[in-house]
Structure formats: structure tokens, C-alpha cells
């Protein structure tokens, strides 16, 4: 599916009169040059991979509105000063290995050994699905970007949110993209049989499980800001007559400030470890991922918001509780975010859904901001 949808796009960029390429990783570009060589690239995109059951609009919504801009300044082709390309990042959600912004890490050159080495669910290496998909692990190299290069990034996306919806307002910009931090929980405690143990002499690792989850919810209600969410669970033996021994459980911390999100997570280690003590469970608390919260590039929100204001709307600044690959170009370039109204904030789901005059004013206000961008930055 991922090959048939960058496949799609491909045609489309080739069809809107674009120099069309993938890089090592997978990342697939449109670039239109610019009126004169030697000068910078101003990247906008997103990407296409997808979650489980989910929409249409996450992720390709910003890679077609970015396409459907370029296609527009293609007429303008003597008159650009700066080179475009859209970019259709090739993974970002990290569905198939325990890893987000894959796509956009290659452009940083922070794609490790360590990662090619992930295994997903079959056992296959993060290298080997790369080959299979087309790239070359031993080539990425070539896919990290010269910061000196790039003019910026800008992504349009879906909200994933209701606060747009609630106000009544079409679109949005990021002022800043939330931290988050991935943990792998297990409670090991003593498998037995369901109808032989004491309840007083059990070590039930689900119901010290499930202490914890409420725990975790308790301190997020009480956090203004922090979202957490316990969206895996696995229990073993996992029989009905059997206490449960163990359960493994994933635990998702968001906020937009990196030091509030420390200090939930020093407190939550802090209440796990007492629930666990207390209940004679073995506590195993790994971290998987880490990103830090990322202010989003100052000068460019400005940029944008004057074009909104232009296209006769308020601004709105909003914060993302999601990440974005807006969070890997920021180490490249200055980065920044435009958010799409979505019907009832809702995302990763089927029902996933824009309007398509809302889509109209995102890009309206993508083209005014590079046709103010093509007067200032030569």
C-alpha cells in the first residue's frame, strides 16, 4: 500500500512538471528549480504512511496541498528565487518498528545503526524492509541534507484536535509541537491458578497493572497540559482460570514544556515503583523513544500568520499534542505548521474528515505565504 501511494504521488509530481526522485530511506521529492542555480530549497510536504483503520487526511493532506502550490508556481517558473520541493515523507507514524519520523531522520543523518537493526513484528530488520522497499540502508548518507541548503520547512496537516472546529475557524499555526516520550512498562508478579490462591497471597501483575494506569491518569487529570495515554496491553499467561504473571504495557507522555513532562515522568517512577513494591511485583520500566518539544520557528509563524490575515481569517496559534516531522527539519532549517480544521478533532480513525473549502484556505494561504517569501528572501 505504502508503494502504491508513493507511486500515485509520483505521477502526480511528474504530471505537475516536477523533477521527481526518491532518496536511500524511501522519501520521495518534486523539485521545481529556481530562476537562477546556486540557491536555497524551501521544502513543504508531509508524509504518507499511515496508522491501523485510520483517515486520509493525516499526512497526505499536507503532501497534496504542498504539490498543488508548486503546481500553481510552476508557471512562475523565471520568477522564483528560491528552488521548491515537496517532499512525501515514507515513514513518520513508526506503526512497523518502534520508531518515529524514520522518513524525516534521514534527512538529518540520524538514521543509527541501532535503528537498521530494529526488528518488527516477523522479525524483519528495519535494513532489510528499507531494501525491500527500494532504498539502500548503506546509502543514507546521501539522503542527510546541507542545513546551508535550505531556506525552510513548512507542513500543512490536519489538526487532530477540535479547538479549530469549536471556534469556527478554518485554519491555524503551530506555535510549538509537544515532547513526547514512549515507555515500555512490565509488572511481573506469580502466575497460578485462578480457584487454589488466596486473594491475600496473590501477586496479580493485571490488577497492579491496572493500579497504575489509574495512576497514570490521575497525575495527567492533575497536570495541566499533560496528556498520557496506556494504549497497548498484553497480559500472560492470558487464561481465564489463571492469575495473570506478568503484563507488558505501553505508556505515551506528551507536553509542551520538556521540563513538566521530566518532572510526570520522575513522579510517575516514583508511584509505580511504591504500587509495585507493594504488591510484590517486579517492576521493568524502559524507555523507547524520546523527542523533545520544539518552539516552532519564529520569523515563519509570522510569515504565516500575516497570509492568514490576508486571506481575511484570525490567527489562531495552537500547540500539537502529536508529533510531526516538523520536529526532524527543525535541526535542518526554520520549520513551522499550518493545521486544517477536522470534523469532531477527529484523527487516526476512518471518520477522519476536511471540508474541501477548508482545504481551499489552507492552500491560499500557503501561496501567499511564498509569494511573500519570494520577496524577501533574495
Same mark, same amino acid.
Given at each position: &500500500?505504502?508503494?502504491?501511494?508513493?507511486?500515485?504521488?509520483?505521477?502526480?509530481?511528474?504530471?505537475?512538471?516536477?523533477?521527481?526522485? =526518491?532518496?536511500?530511506?524511501?522519501?520521495?521529492?518534486?523539485?521545481?528549480?529556481?530562476?537562477? !542555480?546556486?540557491?536555497?530549497?524551501?521544502?513543504?510536504?508531509?508524509?504518507?504512511?499511515?496508522?491501523?483503520?485510520?483517515?486520509?487526511?493525516?499526512?497526505?493532506?499536507?503532501?497534496?496541498?504542498? @504539490?498543488?502550490?508548486?503546481?500553481?508556481?510552476?508557471?512562475?517558473?523565471?520568477?522564483?528565487?528560491?528552488?521548491?520541493?515537496?517532499?512525501?515523507?515514507?515513514?513518520?507514524?513508526?506503526?512497523?518498528?518502534?520508531?518515529?519520523?524514520?522518513?524525516?531522520?534521514?534527512?538529518?543523518?540520524?538514521?543509527?545503526?541501532?535503528?537498521?537493526?530494529?526488528?518488527?513484528?516477523?522479525?524483519?530488520?528495519?535494513?532489510?524492509?528499507?531494501?525491500?522497499?527500494?532504498?539502500?540502508?548503506?546509502?543514507?548518507?546521501?539522503?542527510?541534507?546541507?542545513?546551508?541548503?535550505?531556506?525552510?520547512?513548512?507542513?500543512?496537516?490536519?489538526?487532530?484536535? !477540535?479547538?479549530?472546529?469549536?471556534?469556527?475557524?478554518?485554519?491555524?499555526?503551530?506555535?510549538?509541537?509537544?515532547?513526547?516520550?514512549?515507555?515500555?512498562?512490565?509488572?511481573?508478579?506469580?502466575?497460578?491458578?485462578?480457584?487454589?490462591?488466596?486473594?491475600?497471597?496473590?501477586?496479580?501483575?493485571?490488577? &497492579?497493572?491496572?493500579?497504575?494506569?489509574?495512576?497514570?491518569?490521575?497525575?495527567?487529570?492533575?497536570?495541566?497540559?499533560?496528556?498520557?495515554?496506556?494504549?497497548?496491553?498484553?497480559?500472560? !499467561?492470558?487464561?481465564?482460570?489463571?492469575?495473570?504473571?506478568?503484563?507488558?504495557?505501553?505508556?505515551?507522555?506528551?507536553?509542551?514544556?520538556?521540563?513538566?513532562?521530566?518532572?510526570?515522568?520522575?513522579?510517575?517512577?516514583?508511584?509505580?515503583?511504591?504500587?509495585?513494591?507493594?504488591?510484590?511485583?517486579?517492576?521493568?520500566?524502559?524507555?523507547?523513544?524520546?523527542?523533545?518539544?520544539?518552539?516552532?520557528?519564529?520569523?515563519?509563524?509570522?510569515?504565516?500568520?500575516?497570509?492568514?490575515?490576508?486571506?481575511?481569517?484570525?490567527?489562531?496559534?495552537?500547540?500539537?499534542?502529536?508529533?510531526?516531522?516538523?520536529?526532524?527539519?527543525?535541526?535542518?532549517?526554520?520549520?513551522?505548521?499550518?493545521?486544517?480544521?477536522?470534523?469532531?478533532?477527529?484523527?487516526?480513525?476512518?471518520?477522519?474528515?476536511? =471540508?474541501?473549502?477548508?482545504?481551499?484556505?489552507? @492552500?491560499?494561504?500557503?501561496?501567499?505565504?511564498?509569494?511573500?517569501?519570494?520577496?524577501?528572501?533574495?
Amino acid at each position: &500500500a505504502l508503494r502504491a501511494a508513493r507511486d500515485a504521488v509520483a505521477g502526480w509530481m511528474t504530471a505537475a512538471g516536477l523533477a521527481v526522485r =526518491t532518496d536511500a530511506l524511501g522519501n520521495l521529492y518534486g523539485r521545481l528549480e529556481a530562476a537562477q !542555480p546556486g540557491t536555497k530549497t524551501m521544502l513543504l510536504g508531509s508524509h504518507i504512511d499511515s496508522v491501523r483503520d485510520a483517515g486520509r487526511y493525516d499526512g497526505p493532506l499536507g503532501v497534496l496541498t504542498a @504539490l498543488a502550490a508548486v503546481e500553481g508556481l510552476a508557471t512562475a517558473r523565471g520568477q522564483l528565487p528560491f528552488a521548491v520541493e515537496v517532499v512525501a515523507f515514507a515513514d513518520e507514524e513508526g506503526l512497523r518498528f518502534p520508531t518515529v519520523y524514520l522518513g524525516s531522520r534521514a534527512l538529518t543523518g540520524m538514521v543509527s545503526a541501532g535503528l537498521l537493526a530494529l526488528r518488527d513484528a516477523g522479525g524483519i530488520t528495519l535494513a532489510e524492509a528499507i531494501r525491500d522497499f527500494g532504498g539502500d540502508p548503506a546509502a543514507l548518507a546521501a539522503a542527510q541534507r546541507d542545513p546551508a541548503e535550505l531556506l525552510g520547512y513548512v507542513e500543512v496537516h490536519i489538526e487532530q484536535g !477540535p479547538v479549530l472546529e469549536r471556534e469556527g475557524l478554518p485554519i491555524g499555526v503551530v506555535s510549538a509541537i509537544a515532547g513526547q516520550s514512549r515507555f515500555a512498562i512490565s509488572l511481573s508478579g506469580v502466575a497460578g491458578h485462578a480457584g487454589t490462591i488466596p486473594m491475600a497471597l496473590r501477586h496479580d501483575a493485571l490488577c &497492579a497493572a491496572a493500579e497504575v494506569i489509574l495512576a497514570i491518569e490521575e497525575l495527567a487529570r492533575a497536570t495541566p497540559g499533560l496528556v498520557a495515554t496506556v494504549g497497548q496491553l498484553h497480559v500472560e !499467561p492470558g487464561a481465564s482460570n489463571v492469575v495473570p504473571g506478568q503484563v507488558t504495557f505501553s505508556l505515551d507522555l506528551r507536553h509542551a514544556l520538556d521540563t513538566t513532562r521530566h518532572d510526570a515522568i520522575a513522579t510517575l517512577e516514583a508511584r509505580v515503583s511504591g504500587i509495585a513494591a507493594a504488591r510484590g511485583i517486579e517492576l521493568d520500566w524502559r524507555l523507547g523513544t524520546e523527542n523533545a518539544a520544539l518552539s516552532c520557528d519564529s520569523a515563519t509563524l509570522s510569515q504565516l500568520a500575516r497570509a492568514i490575515m490576508a486571506a481575511r481569517f484570525p490567527v489562531r496559534e495552537l500547540v500539537s499534542g502529536a508529533g510531526h516531522d516538523a520536529v526532524m527539519l527543525s535541526r535542518l532549517c526554520p520549520a513551522a505548521m499550518l493545521f486544517v480544521r477536522c470534523a469532531g478533532g477527529i484523527s487516526h480513525n476512518p471518520a477522519e474528515s476536511v =471540508t474541501t473549502a477548508d482545504v481551499a484556505v489552507a @492552500l491560499d494561504v500557503l501561496d501567499r505565504y511564498l509569494a511573500e517569501l519570494a520577496t524577501t528572501s533574495v
